[in-house]
């Protein structure tokens, strides 16, 4: 349900690079390829947040031994903050690797527990990242070991994936669009379980420290 139609909003971009690189490159060609590029930044974790809200709703708010169903989880999600949320998160992550890599990773980490967040604590979305960023606090690099190598063994494969589709069906959309959606289908719950297992634990750790 949230990564087949995001599996299409990652394609277009991947579209307009697969058309343009091969050409001698106008100025309007020129800008198509750096907001394509910019797209395809945003759109790597999109989805990821919303999902990950859908983790933590099964892993905290489901009693031991219960079986829920997707139609309560779908049900009680806060769709508008975490879609909210994700956008956000994505795009902040572009814009940081446009700057330099280095602010991108550093918003990454940061504000990688925001989706979890919204529907641990209930909180809006400026809380979420607010909150985020106070947990990751002093647990930096661990945040991001634990979470950068998912993500980039996710990018890994799901370019592997990508060329065995395109095998198949040449470089089209349809190809784009079935690798995309796959592979996020079989890697993302890899992530949100992650996001939302570290979310948990250092919020029981802030708490322990206050108390």
């Known amino acids: 349900m949230i990564f087949?139609?995001?599996g299409l909003l990652d394609a277009i971009p991947d579209q307009v690079v697969h058309v343009d690189r091969v050409s001698d490159l106008s100025d309007l060609a020129t800008v198509a390829v750096l907001v394509a590029v910019l797209a395809q930044s945003v759109t790597v974790l999109?989805?990821?947040?919303?999902?990950?809200?859908?983790v933590a709703q099964l892993i905290a708010r489901t009693?031991?031994?219960?079986?829920?169903s997707l139609l309560g989880v779908a049900r009680s999600l806060s769709y508008?903050?975490?879609?909210?949320v994700d956008i956000l998160f994505g795009l902040g992550i572009a814009v940081g690797l446009v700057l330099l890599v280095v602010p991108g990773v550093v918003a990454f980490t940061w504000f990688a527990l925001a989706g979890p967040l919204v529907e641990l604590d209930r909180l809006g979305v400026r809380a979420a990242f607010m909150r985020s960023r106070r947990l990751v606090r002093g647990?930096?690099?661990?945040?991001?070991?634990v979470l950068?190598?998912?993500?980039?063994?996710?990018?890994a494969l799901t370019d592997a994936a990508l060329s065995v589709a395109h095998g198949v069906?040449?470089?089209?959309?349809?190809?784009?669009?079935l690798g995309e959606s796959a592979t996020n289908i079989v890697l993302s719950p890899l992530y949100a379980v992650?996001?939302?297992?570290i979310t948990l634990r250092l919020s029981e750790r802030l708490q322990s420290d206050r108390g």
């Open 63 to 68: 009693p031991p031994g219960a079986r829920p």
């Open 4 to 6: 087949v139609p995001l």
């Open 194 to 197: 992650a996001a939302v297992l």
């Open 169 to 177: 069906l040449g470089d089209s959309l349809l190809a784009d669009w």
């Open 139 to 145: 647990h930096f690099w661990t945040v991001l070991a």
């Open 46 to 54: 999109l989805g990821e947040v919303l999902y990950s809200g859908a």
């Open 148 to 155: 950068g190598p998912i993500t980039l063994a996710s990018e």
């Open 80 to 84: 508008g903050r975490l879609i909210a």
